[in-house]
Structure formats: C-alpha cells, structure tokens
C-alpha cells in the first residue's frame, strides 16, 4: 500500500461467526501473504495473566495507532514516512494480517513459518509465545530453537503452570537452553532461578549489561546463539517503567529503550531471527502514549535490521 494514502480500518474474516475489526500497522506495504516477507499479527488476548492491571488484550490496538500517529509527517497533503535509525525497510515486504483469537494462533503461525515468512506476533499476555514456539518447533522438523527472552522477570515458575508466569517452563521442550539468554531480568523468583540453574539458562540482568557493557553483551549474546534458528520476544516491562509505565507488571531498574533498540538491531544483524513476539502492553496504564511509542519503534528498528532469510524446515 502506498504509504502516502489513509490508512482506515479494515475488517478480517477469521471466522463464518467472528469479525475482529483493527487499524493496520503503519508500514504494512504488501495485501498477500505471498508477496510478503514479514507478517504482522495481534492476539487481544489476556486469558493466562494473573496480573492486577489489567487491559493487555488492547495490546495491539494500542501499538498500531502509535505507529500510525508517529512514524511519518505529513506535508503538502502527503504522509512521509519516518526512517529507521540504521537498516532499511526498502526491501521489507510487509503485511498486517489483523487481530485473531488464541486459539488460531497455532495454526495462523504454522501456515506463516510454512510459507518461509517470518511472524511478528504482538500481545496480549505473554502465554502467547508459548503457542509461538510450539508452533515454529513443529514446522522446524522439531529442532530446538535459541530463546532470546527480553523480561523483567524469568517466566520459569513450574509449581504453577499454562499462564503468563510459566512460559519458559511450559515451552520448554522447544528451548535449546544452551543458545538461549533472558535478558533484563532483575524481578526472580527462587523457584525461577534454581530452574533457570538446572537448565543452564542463562540470566543477564541489567547490572550485567553496566558491568560487562552493552556491546560485550551483545557479542556474547550472539555468540552464544552461534547459526542457531533463534525467536526473540520482548515483554515491554524489560524496561524501566519511569519511562515505559504502561505495562502489566512494572518492575523498576529496568533497560533504557534505546539500550534495548541498539541491543535488538545489532543481535537481528548476526543471527537467524526466525520470528519475534512484543507482549505486555497495558495502554490503561500508559502515560502520553509513551510505552506504545516505544513498542511501535521497536517493531519498526526491528524490522530495518532483519536479515530476511528462509525460516522453513531446512
């Protein structure tokens, strides 16, 4: 789609009974599937949270209104897009394939990943990336795939499970753990951690990343993944909430936004990202739409430095 024209609501079909109606997201260029390289998707879900606050299933509303309010001028009756910071989207095909419910998130990510695209799913609670990973696993001949896990807390409590606590435990049968970094987290619980030990997870914080500095991290990062198939999914609490407030479970000591775009864009640069997930957006909580404004660029940067790849079953 020409970027310079209106981008106004669209409707999907996802079901004979069901119409989810959304805005799509500001860069989207391509109206097939076929044509594109990167597929955009929301799941306005929020059925496996037990947060107090409340409201991530507006999620990706929230992100792609943010992309569309932002991320151009508008001069001489024309929209112009803003650039990325470094990469391009030049040679990025990109559709929005809109809203659709859980429980079509498996099949819709298969046919993706099938199709040798690669998926950017945007939440909705973090449970998500559990189906994510299940799926892409099965569609990899059931090779493990390297988890690069941006949250402020691990997700690996395994006395509870199926909710947006447990992912790492629920997906683990996915995860090669030798190739996989949470990073970011710094709000652990003990059972977290002596699970993470077990499974040789390894856990940056952001102490780590001040100790080590951010461009050893990265190397380390990337290293670790080596030519490994790899996801990356980034829970926007993995930043600080004194500038991204607007998330489910706020924890403070958190990553800077631009440390987390730089840190994003160089690993997407050196490795094989197979598909990528931006959950726990909570627009009730937001201030000036800060949070989504950071979501939406993430997304964008994100996409500018994707090596575009095949994903399929090689």
Same mark, same amino acid.
């Not at 599937?33 to 507006?58: N, Q």
């Not at 996801?231 to 500038?243: E, T």
């Given at each position: ?43 306005? @879900? ?10 991530? *299933? ?19 009756? *024309? ?13 990025? *095909? ?5 809203? $659709? ?31 994510? $990973?299940?799926? $892409? ?9 390297? $988890? ?21 435990? @629920? ?7 030798? &190739?996989?970094v949470l990073i970011g987290t710094r709000a652990a619980e003990e059972e977290e951690l002596r699970n993470a030990a077990k499974n040789k997870l390894e856990i940056i914080t952001p102490i780590d990343i001040i100790d080590s ?10 290293? &670790? ?39 994003? &864009? &160089? ?48």
């Open positions: 789609m020409d970027s310079n024209k209106t981008k106004s609501d669209i409707t999907l079909k996802l079901s004979p009974c069901r119409l989810i109606c959304v805005i799509k997201y500001f860069h989207a260029n391509v109206g097939s599937l076929s044509k594109a390289d990167v597929v955009i998707l929301g799941v306005p @879900d929020e059925s496996r949270s037990l947060a107090k606050r409340k409201g991530t *299933k507006m999620g990706p509303e929230s992100l792609r209104r943010a992309s569309n309010y932002y991320e151009f001028f508008e001069r001489d009756g *024309k929209r112009i897009p803003i650039c990325p910071m470094s990469g391009t989207l030049e040679n990025k *095909k990109i559709i929005d394939i809109g809203n $659709l419910p859980r429980d079509q998130l498996y099949k819709k990510i298969s046919d993706i990943v099938s199709a040798e695209k690669i998926p950017i799913t945007i939440g909705g609670d973090h449970s998500i990336t559990t189906i994510i $990973l299940k799926a $892409l696993n099965d569609n990899i001949e059931g090779k493990k795939i390297a $988890l690069l896990y941006f949250d402020a807390h691990p997700d690996f409590v395994s006395s509870t499970r199926n909710y947006y606590g447990s992912v790492i435990a @629920d997906s683990s049968k996915y995860i090669d753990f030798r &190739k996989s500095g951010i461009n050893a991290t990265i190397k380390r990062i990337i290293s &670790k993944c080596g030519s490994a198939k790899a996801y990356m999914s980034i829970d926007l609490d993995c930043m600080d909430p004194g500038v991204a407030p607007g998330v489910s479970v706020p924890a403070p000591g958190g990553l800077f936004p631009l440390d987390l775009m730089y840190m994003i &864009k &160089k690993i997407t640069e050196k490795i094989q990202v197979i598909g990528m997930d931006v959950v726990e957006l909570c627009p009730n909580y937001d201030l000036n739409q800060n949070t989504a404004n950071h979501a939406a660029r993430i997304v964008m940067e994100a996409i500018a430095s994707l090596g575009l790849r095949k994903t399929g079953k090689k």
